[in-house]
T-cell receptor, first 112, second 113 residues
């Protein structure tokens, strides 16, 4: 099946700093990628939809200035968490739309 | 409102035993239903996908059923193994667009030796 990668797989950052998470579709092109957040023992919550060459669409309650999304190419989308706060600590998962929606392995973010 | 409800929330079984996980949905229109396995700290991996006309789909020791009339699905795991310990998420695809997927909250399965 199609492969979606994320980098890094885990990251620890200090409050107030920014961290960038990459999502790549390795063997297919994805005009649309999705970013999810998952808190412990909860299911995935859609944060935003990333479309190549255009602005991302954010879900209600997700601050677009805090969670910057860039979908610069058909195989790469990035999520930048700006001015990170401990409350942003979570598991972030991307998915890429090919023939179906393929999920990445996730990135564990811990903000200290 | 589109919803997907799963039961039980968590389940502990002994290695070698069978188990069945349930998924009820109210998503409309309906396109397909997937069961995913999510290991701790990993992304979801698709196990099965079923469309409206399919009643059952197998993938090794995993067998999913779908009753589109009652909007219910089940995932049956046969001869469980320790590696089956994970969360199992039912996801229903409805209309097109960015909110096409509705996720269940998952069932956390623990297989003990």
């Amino acid at each position: 099946g199609a492969v979606v990668s994320q980098h890094p797989s885990w990251v620890i950052c200090k409050s107030g700093t920014s961290v960038k998470i990459e999502c790549r579709s390795l063997d297919f092109q994805a005009t649309t990628m999705f970013w999810y957040r998952q808190f412990p023992k909860q299911s995935l919550m859609l944060m935003a939809t990333s479309n190549e060459g255009s602005k991302a669409t954010y879900e209600q309650g997700v601050e677009k200035d805090k969670f910057l999304i860039n979908h610069a190419s058909l195989t790469l989308s990035t999520l930048t968490v700006t001015s990170a706060h401990p409350e942003d600590s979570s598991f972030y998962i991307c998915s890429a739309q090919g023939s179906e929606q393929y999920f990445g392995p996730g990135t564990r973010l811990t903000v200290t | 409102k589109n919803q997907v409800e799963q039961s039980p929330q968590s389940l502990i079984i002994l290695e070698g035993k069978n188990c069945t996980l349930q998924c009820n949905y109210t998503v409309s229109p309906f396109s397909n239903l997937r069961w995913y396995k999510q290991d701790t700290g990993r992304g979801p991996v698709s196990l099965t996908i079923m469309t409206f006309s399919e009643n059952t789909k197998s993938n090794g020791r995993y067998t999913a059923t779908l009753d589109a009339d009652t909007k219910q699905s089940s995932l049956h795991i046969t001869a469980s193994q320790l590696s089956d310990s994970a969360s199992y998420i039912c996801v229903v695809r409805g209309h097109t667009g960015r909110r096409a997927l509705t996720f269940g909250s998952g069932t956390r399965l623990q297989v003990q030796p």
